[in-house]
C-alpha cells in the first residue's frame, strides 16, 4: 500500500515538472544521464579534426562546453586543466568545446580560442562546435557545462552532467567537487552520487 | 544545531557587512562634504544663508543619486520570491557581463515604468561577482540610471538554490520569473519588449 502511494505521488510529481518543462521551448531537451552521446569531429585549436573514437585507449570523456569570453568559465580555466592533468592519464581526457556563435561573439573565434589556450597552456583539444550543431545534441544550454562520458559497448553514455564544483568564486572554499568524485566513482566502478547538478552560467550564444 | 543557526546568521550578517561597508563610505563622503561646507561657512562667514542651503540640496541630491545595491545570500533572498500581497512581480535574473542581459534590461525597466500604476514591481537581481560591485555594477547603475529595484545575489553553492528558483532552470543567464499570489511563471530566454508585455499582461487582471 505504502508502495503503491509512493509510486503514484512520485508518477505525480514526474508528471508535474514535464508539464512545466515541457511548454518551456525544452529546456531540458538533450541528453539525461544514461543516453548514448553522439561522437563528433570537430576543428581542435591546431587545426585538426578531433573525434572521441581517436581516443582508443580512453575509458571515457570529461566533455565541457566553454568559451572564453564568459566570467564563469573564465573562472574554471585552471580547474578544468587540472581536470585533464589529473584524469587524462586515467583515460578520462578533457575534451573542451567551444559552443558560442563567432560572429555574435568574436572574442571566442578559432584564433582567440588558440591565444587563450596558449597563454594558459591547455593540455586538452579546444575545439570548436562549428554550425553549433553539436551542443544542442548534448543539450548544453550555457558555459561551462559539463558532460562525462563512459565507453560502454553500446557507446559514450552520459554518467554525470552539470557543473564542476560548488563554487565558481573560489576554488579554496569549495567543498564538493563534482567532477571528481564522478570520476572517481567510474574508475572505482562505484555509483556517481551525484549525477547531475546545476549551475549558473553564460548562455550558449546563438 | 544552535550552531548552524548562528553559522546562518554569520552568513547574512557576512553579506550585510558588504552594504554596511558601502553605507560607511556614504557616511565617510558625507562627513567630508560636511566638512567643506563647515569650512566654507567658517571661513566665510557673511556668505548669505541662500548659498548654505543650496550647498546642502546639492550634497543631498548626490546622495541620491549614488546608488545602493544591498547583497543577498540565497536564504535571505528567498523572500522575494514569495511575496503574497497583490502585486505581480517580475524578476530578472542578470549580470553586467552578460550581454543578452545587457540588451533586454531596457525592456525590463520599460515595464517597471508603464506598469507601476497597474500593481507591477521589477526586480532585478545581479549576479556579478562580488568583486565587480565597485567596479562595474554600481557604475552600470549609475550609468544606465536604472529605476527597478536592484540587488545582488552572492551564493556560490548555486546547485542548492537554481531548483528552489524553478526546476526547470538549467543556471543559463538571462531568466526570468513572473509571479502574482496566484501563480508563476520562469522563462530561460530573453525577451523582446513585445513578448514580455505580453507575458506580463497574463498576470494584470
Known amino acids: 500500500m505504502k508502495k503503491s502511494i509512493k509510486i503514484v505521488s512520485a508518477l505525480a510529481i514526474v508528471l508535474l515538472v514535464s508539464a512545466f518543462t515541457l511548454n518551456k521551448k525544452n529546456v531540458n531537451s538533450g541528453y539525461q544521464v544514461g543516453d548514448i552521446a553522439t561522437d563528433f569531429s570537430l576543428k581542435n585549436i591546431d587545426g585538426k579534426m578531433v573525434s572521441l573514437a581517436d581516443f582508443k585507449e580512453a575509458k571515457g570523456f570529461i566533455v565541457v562546453f566553454t568559451c572564453n569570453t564568459c566570467p564563469y568559465a573564465v573562472a574554471y580555466e585552471d580547474r578544468v586543466e587540472a ?6 592519464g586515467k583515460g578520462y581526457p578533457v575534451i573542451a568545446i567551444m559552443p558560442n556563435n563567432t560572429d555574435v561573439k568574436p572574442g571566442d573565434n578559432l584564433e582567440a ?3 587563450r589556450a596558449k597563454a594558459k597552456g591547455f593540455t586538452f583539444p579546444y575545439l570548436k562546435d562549428e554550425g553549433q550543431k553539436i551542443y544542442p545534441e548534448y543539450g548544453a544550454t550555457k558555459t561551462p557545462h559539463v558532460y562525462l562520458l563512459q565507453k560502454t559497448k553500446k557507446g559514450n553514455q552520459v554518467k554525470y552532467i552539470g557543473a564542476i564544483d560548488d563554487n565558481y568564486q573560489d576554488e579554496a572554499a ?12 567510474l574508475l572505482a ?3 556517481i552520487q551525484e549525477k547531475e547538478t546545476r549551475a549558473i552560467g553564460c548562455s550558449i550564444k546563438v | ?10 552568513k547574512v550578517l557576512l553579506n550585510k557587512s558588504y552594504t554596511y561597508y558601502i553605507m560607511y563610505n556614504f557616511i565617510v563622503m558625507d562627513l567630508r562634504i560636511l566638512f567643506i561646507v563647515f569650512f566654507v561657512v567658517v571661513s566665510c562667514k557673511q556668505e548669505s544663508k541662500v548659498q548654505e542651503v543650496s550647498s546642502n540640496l546639492v550634497h543631498e541630491n548626490a546622495l541620491k543619486e549614488k546608488p545602493n545595491v544591498d547583497v543577498y545570500n540565497f536564504d535571505a533572498f528567498e523572500k522575494f520570491l514569495n511575496s503574497t500581497d497583490d502585486k505581480v512581480y517580475v524578476i530578472n535574473f542578470w549580470a553586467t557581463w552578460c550581454a543578452p542581459c545587457i540588451k533586454e534590461l531596457p525592456h525590463f525597466e520599460e515595464i517597471n515604468k508603464t506598469y507601476k500604476d497597474k ?17 562595474k555594477l554600481i557604475p552600470f547603475i549609475e550609468k544606465h540610471q536604472l529605476q527597478s529595484k536592484v540587488v545582488a545575489l552572492n551564493d556560490p553553492d548555486s546547485n542548492t538554490w537554481i531548483p528552489k528558483v524553478s526546476e526547470a532552470w538549467s543556471g543559463a543567464l538571462p531568466a526570468t520569473i513572473i509571479y502574482n499570489k496566484d501563480k508563476r511563471e520562469f ?6 519588449y513585445e513578448e514580455l508585455k505580453m507575458e506580463v ?5
Open chain 1, 174 to 185: 569549495v567543498t564538493k567537487k563534482y567532477v571528481e568524485n564522478a570520476v572517481d566513482a
Open chain 2, 187 to 192: 522563462y530561460e530566454k530573453s525577451f523582446s
Open chain 2, 201 to 205: 499582461n497574463k498576470f494584470i487582471k
Open chain 1, 113 to 115: 580560442m588558440q591565444a
Open chain 2, 1 to 10: 544545531m544552535v550552531l548552524k543557526k548562528y553559522k546562518n546568521q554569520i
Open chain 1, 189 to 191: 566502478g562505484k555509483e
Open chain 2, 119 to 135: 500593481n507591477v514591481e521589477v526586480l532585478l537581481v545581479s549576479l556579478d561577482f562580488p568583486k565587480q560591485y565597485e567596479k
Open chain 1, 83 to 88: 581536470l585533464n592533468k589529473k584524469y587524462a
